[in-house]
């Protein structure tokens, strides 16, 4: 946990839920809630004025959708994260949320304690995501076909830190992982941008997937 609150602005359409997730997070220390939106047309309206460090998106909206509204807060907020909130594990909207840049996917039964800890690990660089929803990734990875060339191969570092990425691991908990600085990970996060022509930490390793550097 970091010393300073995690900013976390959530969009919910239920109002039950979307209260409630506000009281979890905003009577938690570490964590501030500094807004909650039943649509992303009311957040976009209320402009948000305190940066979101984390956002929680509910992906069923009213309007646009949870999964569109993926992009249009990336766009508004570059450096945000966010993590997809549903009912259930619909890979098709899984992967068009990863594609347009969530970084973590959670079912709404997850509980009160894993929730604030996968707030906080996709924070610290992590792509936090349900057993349900992480299997059916990986069922959908094992099904796809024959593994597309990568642009320019990768190192064997470079790729051990694709794989702990992909298995939810922040910057810290890889750098640990591996016995190199935090430092050096994001020197390989950078050449691992340039190979694969990619912007994002998601787009990298959904990339990886796709071409089988990692599985």
């Not at 649509?39 to 929680?56: F, K």
């Not at 691991?169 to 950078?190: D, H, L």
Request: glycine share 8%; net charge neutral.
């Amino acid at each position: 946990m970091t010393s300073e609150a995690i900013r976390v602005a959530i969009i919910e359409d239920d109002r039950i839920m979307r209260e409630g997730l506000g009281m979890l997070i905003g009577g938690t220390p570490g964590y501030r809630c500094i807004g909650t939106y039943r649509s992303i047309e009311n957040a976009l309206a209320a402009d948000l004025q305190i940066r979101p460090d984390v956002v929680l998106l509910d992906i069923d909206l009213p309007g646009i959708s949870g999964s569109d509204g993926v992009h249009v807060l990336k766009q508004k907020f570059p450096a945000v994260q966010v993590v997809m909130l549903t009912v259930y594990a619909d890979q098709d909207r899984v992967f068009q949320s990863i594609c347009n840049g969530a970084c973590g996917y959670l079912l709404k039964e997850t509980p009160p304690a894993k929730l604030l800890e996968s707030i906080s690990e996709a924070h610290q660089g992590g792509a936090p995501m349900s057993p349900e929803i992480a299997r059916k990734v990986v069922s959908v990875f094992q099904k796809t076909g024959p593994p597309a060339k990568a642009d320019t191969p990768l190192t064997a570092k470079e790729v051990r830190l694709l794989q702990l990425l992909a298995e939810g691991f922040g910057y810290e908990g890889a750098a640990q992982n591996m016995n190199i600085s935090v430092n050096t990970v994001r020197n390989y996060i950078r050449s691992i941008y340039e190979k694969l022509h990619v912007h994002s930490k998601s787009e990298a390793v959904s990339k990886a997937f796709r071409t089988r550097i990692i599985s």
